[in-house]
């Protein structure tokens, strides 16, 4: 997997931590602050959302529920409410440490590309220590589309000085896949709970697939 290749980049939220719960939380607790009638299937609701940016999903909220605060005040009210779960109960999957490591030993580069906040971003490798592994940070607020479309993950090797045939990603949902295929670069799924009903269409998409990063660890490090 990691053969022949010089950088290695994470999508964020699903794939270096295990923190794709707290957003259905934070949706629900949003929308019932708003006096919003909650999807009646949030989790399908939920999958609207995928590979959108922070700005561009506050547009799509505001929008859809026709709410009266502006996008910056949407994105404010989010961070308030993520930032203390982040920072406090949000783990790193298993194994991501030690990955992380690793690579730094074998003189990898290593990048982040997500959808989330650049603020928020922060505070989660910060909570967790391990922001010095990172060469370049990009968001898809950054690019001009989001996931699936290869923006994202082209910025982070342009920051990283990586052609992107020499970049390994990892991405556990279908359009972040999709993001890193499209760049021109291998892609490792990763098995989460919140997208376990899309396993089938992340091992087909992908060119391997994960419980963990121990597993990568046993068999590349």
């Given at each position: 997997m990691l053969e022949n290749r010089k950088a290695v980049i994470f999508d964020l939220d699903g794939t270096l931590v295990d923190s794709m719960w707290m957003w259905k939380e934070i949706d629900i607790q949003f929308l019932s602050g708003k006096g919003v009638v909650i999807p009646e299937d949030i989790q399908a609701f939920q999958n609207q959302l995928e590979g959108m940016g922070f700005t561009e999903t506050a547009g799509f909220f505001k929008e859809r529920f026709h709410l009266t605060d502006s996008i910056e005040e949407i994105k404010d009210t989010w961070i308030l409410m993520a930032e203390d779960k982040y920072c406090h109960q949000v783990p790193l999957k298993p194994g991501a440490?030690?990955?992380?490591?690793?690579?730094k030993k074998r003189d990898f580069q290593i990048g982040i590309s997500s959808s989330n906040s650049r603020e928020l971003i922060r505070k989660v490798l910060k909570a967790h220590h391990i922001e010095e592994y990172f060469g370049c940070i990009t968001t898809c607020c950054q690019?001009?589309?989001?996931?699936?479309?290869?923006d994202v993950y082209l910025e982070t090797a342009r920051g990283l000085?990586?052609?992107?045939?020499?970049?390994?990603?990892?991405e556990d949902v279908p359009m972040g896949i999709l993001a890193g295929k499209?760049?021109?670069?291998?892609v490792c799924a990763v098995e989460d709970a919140f997208s376990k009903k899309q396993e089938k269409e992340k091992r087909e998409l992908a060119d391997w697939y994960i419980q963990d990063y121990y597993e990568v660890l046993r068999e590349c490090l």
């Open positions: 440490g030690e990955f992380l490591e690793a690579l690019v001009p589309a989001g996931k699936p479309a290869p000085e990586i052609s992107p045939a020499d970049c390994l990603v990892f499209r760049a021109g670069m291998k």
